[in-house]
């Protein structure tokens, strides 16, 4: 595992939303933004962004989480590889607060294939369970839009339920209000879209970033059997 680079996985996600920021403070700057949420009578977009900004600190503290976690793992493989023991990599950390290293005092303690298989299975629900969490907030954000799209169709039809019954001069109020609501439409479906899709990019990140932890803490749990298995067997 490489792990030159300390909180790499946080590194990238900083800068992934470093990009984002600077993409919604361009888009404020020149108008754009302001425009959209002014626009938005019915404030949809507006929750939208708050939903998105609050996953954003969902996944700043998970991408934190994994960078500690990998850390952590990186020390486990150092300390077996210049040790040699297999024994003392179980009290390195507190109980609970590494994963890679509550996965190998279980398969120190383990009888079978199956508890391994099952202990793997644990490890990857802790690195990537709650990120399930952020993948529905990602869907509720598109649905928002759409449903901003449904609502503001609705504002247009009404507005000329009454077509018949108009004069000349209401024509202008007519097309201004046809035009208010293909705005709500057209607004939060751009604002779900674009923030499921900003949700979707960091939560991809950290799905990859915790199979690679995965994957790094059962080549570590391999290794780790093969020291212990000679330890116990008195070839050490």
Not at 46 to 57: D, H
Request: proline share 1%.
């Amino acid at each position: 595992m490489e792990h030159s680079t300390p909180y790499k996985i946080f590194l990238l996600w900083l800068l992934l939303s470093s990009l984002m920021l600077s993409g919604v403070f361009i888009v404020w700057d020149i108008g754009i933004l302001r425009a959209i949420l002014q626009q938005d009578i019915t404030r949809i977009s507006t929750i939208i962004l708050f939903v998105f900004f609050g996953a954003c600190v969902h996944c700043a503290w998970r991408s934190f989480y994994l960078a500690r976690q990998a850390l952590m793992l990186a020390y486990l493989q150092d300390e077996l590889v210049k040790e040699g023991s297999a024994v003392q990599l179980l009290s390195l950390f507190p109980r609970g607060s590494c994963l890679a290293q509550e996965y190998l005092v279980g398969l120190y303690q383990g009888r079978d294939a199956q508890d391994k298989v099952l202990l793997s299975e644990i490890m990857a629900e802790s690195l990537r369970g709650t990120h399930q969490v952020g993948w529905f907030i990602a869907g509720i954000v598109i649905k928002l839009g759409l449903l901003g799209t449904v609502v503001g169709f609705v504002l247009m039809l009404s507005s000329v339920s009454g077509l018949d019954k108009l004069d000349i001069t209401d024509i202008k109020q007519l097309m201004q209000q046809m035009t208010q609501g293909m705005g709500v439409a057209m607004n939060t479906t751009l604002v779900g879209l674009i923030s499921s899709m900003a949700l979707g990019v960091q939560y991809l990140l950290l799905d990859r970033c915790a199979d690679r932890l995965v994957v790094d803490g059962v080549n570590l749990g391999q290794a780790f059997m093969s020291v212990s298995f000679d330890e116990r067997s008195g070839t050490l």
